[in-house]
Antibody, heavy 120, light 109 residues
Protein backbone atom coordinates (compact mmCIF):
# COMPACT_ATOMS: atom_id res chain seq x y z
CA UNK A 1 0.00 0.00 0.00
CA UNK A 2 1.39 3.36 -1.06
CA UNK A 3 2.09 5.68 1.85
CA UNK A 4 3.29 9.27 1.60
CA UNK A 5 3.98 11.34 4.70
CA UNK A 6 4.90 15.02 4.49
CA UNK A 7 6.69 16.91 7.22
CA UNK A 8 8.48 20.18 7.78
CA UNK A 9 5.62 22.65 7.63
CA UNK A 10 5.23 25.48 10.09
CA UNK A 11 5.08 29.22 10.52
CA UNK A 12 7.83 31.25 8.86
CA UNK A 13 8.40 34.93 8.22
CA UNK A 14 8.35 36.37 4.70
CA UNK A 15 11.72 36.12 3.02
CA UNK A 16 12.82 33.14 5.09
CA UNK A 17 13.29 29.52 4.05
CA UNK A 18 11.69 26.20 4.85
CA UNK A 19 12.37 22.63 3.73
CA UNK A 20 9.58 20.11 3.32
CA UNK A 21 10.09 16.36 3.19
CA UNK A 22 7.95 13.50 2.00
CA UNK A 23 8.69 9.97 3.19
CA UNK A 24 7.45 7.29 0.84
CA UNK A 25 6.76 3.59 1.28
CA UNK A 26 4.80 0.78 -0.30
CA UNK A 27 6.16 1.10 -3.83
CA UNK A 28 9.44 1.17 -5.73
CA UNK A 29 10.29 4.81 -5.11
CA UNK A 30 12.97 5.09 -7.78
CA UNK A 31 10.54 4.05 -10.53
CA UNK A 32 8.24 7.06 -10.26
CA UNK A 33 8.27 10.74 -11.02
CA UNK A 34 6.88 12.73 -8.10
CA UNK A 35 5.02 15.99 -7.65
CA UNK A 36 4.35 18.71 -5.11
CA UNK A 37 0.90 20.30 -5.19
CA UNK A 38 -0.33 23.03 -2.85
CA UNK A 39 -3.65 24.41 -1.73
CA UNK A 40 -4.02 27.84 -0.17
CA UNK A 41 -6.64 28.09 2.60
CA UNK A 42 -10.11 27.94 1.05
CA UNK A 43 -8.68 27.85 -2.48
CA UNK A 44 -8.18 25.33 -5.23
CA UNK A 45 -5.28 23.05 -6.08
CA UNK A 46 -2.08 24.45 -7.59
CA UNK A 47 0.68 22.30 -9.05
CA UNK A 48 4.09 23.34 -7.73
CA UNK A 49 6.84 21.08 -9.06
CA UNK A 50 7.73 17.76 -10.67
CA UNK A 51 10.88 15.66 -10.49
CA UNK A 52 11.70 12.74 -12.74
CA UNK A 53 12.27 9.25 -11.38
CA UNK A 54 16.06 9.69 -11.40
CA UNK A 55 16.09 13.31 -10.26
CA UNK A 56 17.69 14.52 -13.49
CA UNK A 57 14.71 16.55 -14.68
CA UNK A 58 12.85 19.12 -12.65
CA UNK A 59 9.97 21.41 -13.56
CA UNK A 60 8.36 24.25 -11.67
CA UNK A 61 5.28 26.41 -11.76
CA UNK A 62 6.08 29.98 -12.74
CA UNK A 63 4.92 31.15 -9.31
CA UNK A 64 7.78 29.32 -7.56
CA UNK A 65 10.49 29.12 -10.22
CA UNK A 66 13.80 30.41 -8.96
CA UNK A 67 12.70 30.22 -5.31
CA UNK A 68 11.79 26.55 -4.78
CA UNK A 69 13.93 23.49 -5.47
CA UNK A 70 12.58 19.96 -5.70
CA UNK A 71 14.92 17.06 -5.00
CA UNK A 72 14.86 13.39 -4.10
CA UNK A 73 17.01 10.77 -2.43
CA UNK A 74 16.22 7.41 -3.94
CA UNK A 75 18.38 5.63 -1.37
CA UNK A 76 16.17 6.99 1.41
CA UNK A 77 12.81 7.03 -0.40
CA UNK A 78 12.49 10.71 0.35
CA UNK A 79 11.23 13.66 -1.67
CA UNK A 80 12.06 17.23 -0.64
CA UNK A 81 11.04 20.77 -1.43
CA UNK A 82 13.41 23.56 -0.48
CA UNK A 83 11.47 26.80 -0.31
CA UNK A 84 13.44 30.05 -0.24
CA UNK A 85 12.38 33.70 -0.28
CA UNK A 86 8.95 32.73 0.97
CA UNK A 87 6.03 35.07 0.39
CA UNK A 88 2.69 35.38 2.13
CA UNK A 89 1.06 33.95 -1.00
CA UNK A 90 3.01 30.71 -0.48
CA UNK A 91 0.82 29.98 2.54
CA UNK A 92 -0.83 26.65 1.78
CA UNK A 93 -1.10 22.98 2.54
CA UNK A 94 1.64 21.24 0.56
CA UNK A 95 1.00 17.73 -0.71
CA UNK A 96 3.44 15.28 -2.24
CA UNK A 97 1.84 13.03 -4.80
CA UNK A 98 2.72 10.00 -6.88
CA UNK A 99 1.28 9.50 -10.34
CA UNK A 100 -0.76 6.53 -11.46
CA UNK A 101 1.93 5.37 -13.88
CA UNK A 102 5.68 5.90 -13.72
CA UNK A 103 5.46 9.33 -15.31
CA UNK A 104 1.79 9.71 -16.06
CA UNK A 105 -0.10 12.91 -15.35
CA UNK A 106 -2.77 11.60 -13.00
CA UNK A 107 -1.95 11.74 -9.31
CA UNK A 108 -3.14 8.52 -7.73
CA UNK A 109 -1.54 8.69 -4.30
CA UNK A 110 -1.32 11.73 -2.04
CA UNK A 111 0.09 12.43 1.37
CA UNK A 112 -1.98 14.04 4.09
CA UNK A 113 -0.32 17.40 3.50
CA UNK A 114 1.74 19.76 5.63
CA UNK A 115 0.71 23.34 6.34
CA UNK A 116 3.08 26.19 5.59
CA UNK A 117 2.12 29.59 6.94
CA UNK A 118 4.13 32.59 5.83
CA UNK A 119 3.42 35.49 8.11
CA UNK A 120 5.23 38.23 9.97
CA UNK B 1 -0.87 27.80 -21.02
CA UNK B 2 -4.03 25.72 -20.95
CA UNK B 3 -6.77 26.99 -18.66
CA UNK B 4 -9.45 24.66 -17.29
CA UNK B 5 -12.83 26.19 -16.47
CA UNK B 6 -15.23 24.21 -14.32
CA UNK B 7 -18.95 24.84 -14.11
CA UNK B 8 -21.05 25.34 -12.21
CA UNK B 9 -19.11 26.60 -9.23
CA UNK B 10 -21.72 25.08 -6.94
CA UNK B 11 -24.26 22.36 -7.59
CA UNK B 12 -27.09 21.96 -5.08
CA UNK B 13 -28.71 18.54 -5.29
CA UNK B 14 -30.44 15.95 -3.16
CA UNK B 15 -29.24 12.40 -2.48
CA UNK B 16 -30.32 10.11 -5.28
CA UNK B 17 -30.19 12.83 -7.92
CA UNK B 18 -27.86 12.88 -10.89
CA UNK B 19 -24.93 15.28 -10.87
CA UNK B 20 -23.35 16.59 -14.05
CA UNK B 21 -20.12 18.56 -13.73
CA UNK B 22 -18.40 20.29 -16.61
CA UNK B 23 -14.75 21.05 -17.34
CA UNK B 24 -13.78 23.07 -20.39
CA UNK B 25 -10.20 23.45 -21.63
CA UNK B 26 -8.96 26.58 -23.40
CA UNK B 27 -7.36 24.36 -26.03
CA UNK B 28 -7.40 20.69 -26.85
CA UNK B 29 -6.01 18.32 -24.23
CA UNK B 30 -6.98 15.24 -26.25
CA UNK B 31 -8.21 12.76 -23.63
CA UNK B 32 -5.58 13.61 -21.02
CA UNK B 33 -8.01 14.75 -18.35
CA UNK B 34 -8.48 13.56 -14.79
CA UNK B 35 -11.09 14.19 -12.10
CA UNK B 36 -10.55 14.32 -8.34
CA UNK B 37 -12.81 14.42 -5.31
CA UNK B 38 -11.79 16.32 -2.19
CA UNK B 39 -13.52 16.37 1.17
CA UNK B 40 -12.79 18.93 3.92
CA UNK B 41 -9.48 18.29 5.63
CA UNK B 42 -8.54 15.50 3.25
CA UNK B 43 -6.21 15.13 0.30
CA UNK B 44 -7.74 14.84 -3.17
CA UNK B 45 -8.70 11.38 -4.42
CA UNK B 46 -8.31 10.37 -8.04
CA UNK B 47 -11.65 9.36 -9.55
CA UNK B 48 -11.20 9.35 -13.32
CA UNK B 49 -8.17 9.41 -15.61
CA UNK B 50 -7.81 9.67 -19.37
CA UNK B 51 -11.26 11.28 -19.41
CA UNK B 52 -13.28 8.11 -18.88
CA UNK B 53 -11.33 5.48 -16.93
CA UNK B 54 -12.30 4.94 -13.31
CA UNK B 55 -9.43 4.70 -10.87
CA UNK B 56 -9.07 1.68 -8.62
CA UNK B 57 -11.88 1.33 -6.11
CA UNK B 58 -14.06 4.08 -7.54
CA UNK B 59 -17.76 3.16 -7.62
CA UNK B 60 -19.49 2.68 -10.95
CA UNK B 61 -21.84 5.61 -10.28
CA UNK B 62 -18.92 7.87 -11.22
CA UNK B 63 -18.32 8.21 -14.94
CA UNK B 64 -16.34 10.55 -17.15
CA UNK B 65 -16.74 11.51 -20.75
CA UNK B 66 -15.52 13.97 -23.33
CA UNK B 67 -12.46 14.78 -25.39
CA UNK B 68 -10.50 17.71 -26.83
CA UNK B 69 -11.93 20.68 -24.91
CA UNK B 70 -15.19 19.56 -23.27
CA UNK B 71 -15.41 17.04 -20.47
CA UNK B 72 -18.09 15.86 -18.08
CA UNK B 73 -18.06 14.04 -14.77
CA UNK B 74 -21.38 12.37 -14.01
CA UNK B 75 -22.48 10.94 -10.70
CA UNK B 76 -25.50 8.85 -11.60
CA UNK B 77 -27.17 8.82 -8.19
CA UNK B 78 -25.69 10.89 -5.39
CA UNK B 79 -24.79 9.11 -2.17
CA UNK B 80 -24.37 11.12 1.06
CA UNK B 81 -20.58 10.66 0.86
CA UNK B 82 -20.45 12.22 -2.62
CA UNK B 83 -21.10 15.75 -1.40
CA UNK B 84 -17.66 17.26 -1.81
CA UNK B 85 -15.43 19.36 -4.04
CA UNK B 86 -14.49 18.11 -7.48
CA UNK B 87 -11.52 19.21 -9.58
CA UNK B 88 -10.49 18.45 -13.12
CA UNK B 89 -6.82 18.37 -14.12
CA UNK B 90 -4.75 18.07 -17.26
CA UNK B 91 -1.08 17.94 -18.20
CA UNK B 92 0.40 20.01 -20.95
CA UNK B 93 2.46 18.07 -23.48
CA UNK B 94 5.84 19.65 -22.78
CA UNK B 95 6.98 20.90 -20.33
CA UNK B 96 4.80 18.52 -18.33
CA UNK B 97 3.06 21.10 -16.16
CA UNK B 98 -0.16 20.11 -14.46
CA UNK B 99 -3.17 22.41 -14.45
CA UNK B 100 -6.23 22.16 -12.23
CA UNK B 101 -9.66 23.63 -12.74
CA UNK B 102 -11.16 25.93 -10.15
CA UNK B 103 -13.44 23.24 -8.73
CA UNK B 104 -17.14 22.48 -8.41
CA UNK B 105 -18.73 22.08 -5.01
CA UNK B 106 -21.54 19.54 -4.85
CA UNK B 107 -23.66 20.44 -1.86
CA UNK B 108 -26.80 19.04 -0.30
CA UNK B 109 -29.93 20.88 -1.34
Amino acid sequence: QVHLVESGGGVVQPGRSLRLSCAASGFTFSDYALHWVRQAPGKGLEWVALISFDGNHKYYADSVKGRFTISRDNSKNTLSLQMNSLRTEDTAVYYCARPLGFDSAELESWGQGTLVTVSS
Amino acid sequence: EIVLTQSPATLSLSPGERATLSCRASQSVSSYLAWYQQKPGQAPRLLIYDASNRATGIPARFSGSGSETDFTLTISSLEPEDFALYYCQQRSGWPPFLTFGGGTKVEIK
